[in-house]
């Protein structure tokens, strides 16, 4: 059983910093990519950012500049770190990893979402 568990979303003034956390836990190999996904009613669930294991990165032009991924292998933990928050960057924030089970399978695990609201 792996586990995707994120934190660190809430309210947020315009301009502000929030930084999200997702830990997984389990049993697994590895983790490969991990990413932070977003979605809004009525929209489709769309990527923010991802990061390789070796550290590799890759950013929605929306948040380009703005917002930046980071993990640490040791702990099976993504981060991202929000900085110059606007009203368009809230929606529900969801972390993605791509796991390598024991099994020899990839698979794909979410997290249960975390909410995020820029709003004065």
């Known amino acids: 059983q792996v586990q995707l568990v994120e934190s660190g979303g809430g309210l947020v003034q315009p301009g502000g910093s929030l930084r999200l956390s997702c830990a997984a836990s389990?049993?697994?190999?590895?983790?490969?990519?991990m990413g932070w996904y977003r979605q809004t009613p009525g929209k489709e669930r769309e990527l923010v950012a991802r990061i390789s294991r070796g550290g590799s990165t890759t950013y929605a032009d929306s948040v380009q500049g703005r917002f930046t991924i980071s993990r640490d292998n040791a702990k099976n933990t993504v981060y991202l770190q929000m900085n110059s928050l606007k009203p368009e960057d809230t929606a529900v924030y969801y972390c993605?990893?791509?796991?390598?089970?024991?099994?020899?399978?990839?698979?794909?695990?979410w997290g249960q979402g975390t909410p995020v609201t820029v709003s004065s």
């Open positions: 993605k990893a791509e796991i390598l089970l024991y099994s020899g399978n990839y698979l794909d695990y």
């Open positions: 389990g049993s697994f190999f590895r983790i490969n990519a």
